[in-house]
């Protein structure tokens, strides 16, 4: 490991606002685990919706949605401490109340949180996962476990650059009859209403950079039934395109 990922791992560790368990250290003794149902009072200190983002990165997403929304509760979740630290160190630095960030694995939820106790999830721009259904984080496997934690009514967003995660997407709520109110193959061609204003008010460092590329961005937004789900059985076209690799982003992060 790396002295400047080492510093950020061991500061990590100092961060209020930081809750880490990871999949070896699960037990019912776990401090973390005996978070579960008792968020609200136990960190947020309030009655207030708590919303999760999973594969948060660096958090500067969860980081904007808690400035923008103060009368909601804000939790970035990722499985990497040191993209963890950034948005951790800013919210410590800027102390902002009502976020929160989690180094777990993200089909482990139902050991963190209580049933209900989330009413809504954000997904901004996950990896496809073109080679395997069960690790795309909009797949039936997923919505199972979302569906331990979430709200009835709670909403799922998915922003992504990519066609082949938005029609898989689309298949997955159409072959579970998900209610879906809000769907658009190209975010930022929608008129200026509230309707799209709030999925586009903040833009992810990969989102900048897709749209620089002249991809579209798509937008999706749906509620769970009670299941069971099903996996669609349908052949969908892979991306043609790459993302910039690691050292162009961290560059450009500086």
């Known amino acids: 490991m790396g002295k400047n990922k080492l510093y950020k791992f061991n500061e990590l560790n100092t961060f209020t606002n930081v809750f880490q368990c990871p999949r070896h250290e699960l037990s019912e003794d776990n401090a973390v685990v005996q978070m579960a149902g008792q968020w ?44 963890l630290w950034k948005g ?8 902002i109340p009502n976020v929160a960030f989690m ?6 939820l139902a050991y963190f949180f209580a049933k209900d106790e989330v009413s809504e999830i954000w997904l901004t721009f996950p990896d496809p996962q073109m080679k395997k ?37 689309q298949a997955v709520i159409t072959e579970n009859h998900f209610e879906c109110p809000i769907s658009t193959v190209n975010l930022y061609n929608e008129p200026d ?6 999925a586009r008010m903040l833009q ?18 749906w509620k769970l039934n009670e ?27 500086n």
């Open 40 to 83: 609200n009072e136990r960190y947020f200190h309030n009655a207030n919706p708590i919303v999760l983002e999973l594969g948060c990165g660096h958090g500067d997403y969860t980081i904007g949605l808690a400035k923008k929304y103060p009368e909601k509760n804000f939790i970035g979740i990722d499985i990497k401490g040191a993209r």
């Open 88 to 95: 951790a160190k800013e919210a410590t630095m800027e102390n």
């Open 103 to 108: 180094r777990i694995e993200i089909e482990m």
């Open 133 to 169: 259904a069960t690790k795309r984080l909009t797949s039936s496997y997923f919505m199972a476990r979302y569906r331990q934690v979430l709200k009835s009514n709670g909403l799922i967003h998915l922003k992504t650059d990519s066609n082949f995660l938005y029609t898989y997407t």
């Open 193 to 198: 209403t509230p309707l799209w204003e709030n």
């Open 204 to 221: 992810t460092h990969y989102e900048k950079q897709w749209l620089q590329r002249g991809i579209s961005i798509k937008y999706v937004c």
């Open 227 to 253: 299941g069971p789900y099903k996996e669609p059985d349908i052949e969908i076209e892979k991306d043609t395109y790459r993302s910039y690799g690691r050292n162009y982003v961290s560059t450009t992060n």
